[in-house]
């Protein structure tokens, strides 16, 4: 039993020296998404800004392995695909962002354990898509709903 535990310490601590997950950078907010009011930025802010925007929040545990390697991919690959800091530029994903806010796919589940208040409810998902579509943000969802 110790000696299973020493190992696992062991290997904890070699794991720290791989170098991937260690580029916590946040580059500069070149151009935010026209937020139509600032409760819908709130919203996005909680539940999307850690991946998808140039604020990424970096706590403690994001520094240690094996968590800092998922976070790293997390971030890098969400700002790739939606960035709402450097809006404008580049190609902005959302062709399916009404269906993965509805059905509760962004935020995805693993963030949501561990980060509460990015949970949304029902009238937050409204919210941030009606913002959203204000703010001119093309959405497949969004478009085919009928308002009158
Ligand atoms: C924990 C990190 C994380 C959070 C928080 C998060 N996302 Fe994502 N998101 C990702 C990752 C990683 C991808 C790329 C991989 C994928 O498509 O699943 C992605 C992809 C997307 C895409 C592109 C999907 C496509 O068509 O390829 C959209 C749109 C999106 N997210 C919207 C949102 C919205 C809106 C929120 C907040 C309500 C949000 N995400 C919160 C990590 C996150």
Redesign the pocket.
């Known amino acids: 039993m110790k000696k299973v535990v020493v190992i696992l310490l062991v290997l904890v601590l070699l794991i720290q020296l791989v170098p991937y997950g260690r580029n916590h950078q946040n580059p500069p907010v070149l151009q935010e998404l026209p937020w139509p009011d600032t409760e819908t930025r709130a919203i996005?802010q909680r539940?999307?800004f850690?991946?998808?925007s140039n604020e990424t929040l970096w706590p403690w545990y994001t520094n240690i392995a094996p968590a800092s390697w998922l976070v790293q991919?997390?971030?890098e690959?969400?700002r790739?695909?939606?960035n709402f800091s450097e809006w404008g530029r580049g190609e902005q994903?959302?062709?399916?962002?009404g269906e993965?806010?509805q059905n509760g796919e962004?935020?995805?589940a693993?963030?949501t354990l561990i980060?509460s208040n990015?949970r949304?409810s029902m009238t937050e998902k409204d919210l941030?898509l009606n913002g959203?579509s204000a703010a001119g943000v093309a959405s497949s969802e969004t478009e085919e709903k009928d308002d009158d």
């Open positions: 996005a539940a999307c850690d991946c998808h991919r997390d971030v690959e969400g790739s695909k939606l994903e959302t062709g399916e962002i993965l806010i962004m935020p995805p693993q963030y980060h990015a949304l941030l959203l």
